[in-house]
């Protein structure tokens, strides 16, 4: 099926440890974005493409670094994992963005990331 | 600060009784705004958009309204399904790149 998917779905890192997550789309989306989602919190934006070739920081950045491999793929790094970063990770993409945009998201499955 | 507040947090109703979930906001400028639907474990999946001019928009037997005016958009749930457990999450964008401001969510359970 169409869609975003995102590997791995569950991770557990020690402290200090690097991972990647990968993100692809197969809708020819032009945008693609990193959310987080915590308990009792909506969801919170790490990064964001609007278009290959472009990234941008979000709401919440810190510690993590994005690449637009291409059109289809966008990965999220962490260089060195903290217990603040155990969370639900999820990717989405959209066709594009920008203002007054009502273009839908479509949402990967999530990555469930536990650092301890 | 942009907010988006969402009630009740959690909700269990019977299969087949209608439900509503609430939606209030606090962004500006106003773009649009959005339900999700969230299943456990699962990323949300697109249920409505609905842009400033835009009362009332449906999709099956889900129908989202949108009052501009007070900030408050409610999501009504007909007949419902145990395929309807999940949370609702309701989003509105400001029309900026990429920026939503997501409500924490209503978890609904539907039980027999």
């Known amino acids: 099926n169409a869609g975003v998917t995102q590997t791995p779905k569950f991770q557990v890192l020690k402290t200090g440890q690097s991972m990647t997550l990968q993100c692809a789309q197969d809708?020819?989306?032009?945008?693609m974005y990193w959310y987080r989602q915590d308990p009792g919190m909506g969801l919170r934006l790490i990064y964001y493409?609007?278009?290959?070739?472009?990234?941008d920081k979000g709401e919440v950045p810190n510690g993590y670094n994005v690449s637009r491999l291409n059109k289809r793929e966008f990965s999220l790094r962490l260089e060195s994992a903290a217990p603040s970063q155990t969370s639900v990770y999820f990717c989405?993409?959209?066709?594009?963005?920008?203002?007054?945009?009502?273009?839908?998201?479509?949402f990967g499955s999530g990555t469930r990331l536990t650092v301890v | 600060k942009n907010q988006v507040e969402q009630s009740p947090q959690s909700l269990i109703i019977l299969e087949g009784k209608n439900c509503t979930l609430q939606?209030?906001?606090?962004?500006?400028?106003?773009?649009?705004l959005r339900w999700y639907k969230q299943d456990t474990g699962r990323g949300p999946v697109s249920l409505t958009i609905?842009?400033?001019?835009?009362n009332t928009k449906s999709n099956g037997r889900y129908t989202a309204t949108l009052d501009a005016d007070t900030k408050q958009s409610s999501l009504h749930i007909t007949a419902s399904q145990l395929s309807d457990s999940a949370s609702y999450i309701c989003?509105?964008?400001?029309?900026?790149?990429?920026?939503?401001?997501f409500g924490t969510g209503t978890r609904l359970q539907v039980t027999l």
């Open positions: 939606c209030n906001y606090t962004v500006s400028p106003f773009s649009n």
């Open positions: 609905m842009t400033f001019s835009e």
């Open positions: 493409s609007a278009s290959e070739g472009t990234t």
């Open positions: 809708m020819n989306h032009n945008s």
């Open positions: 989003v509105v964008s400001d029309g900026t790149a990429s920026k939503l401001t």
């Open positions: 989405a993409s959209s066709e594009r963005t920008g203002a007054a945009s009502g273009y839908g998201y479509t």
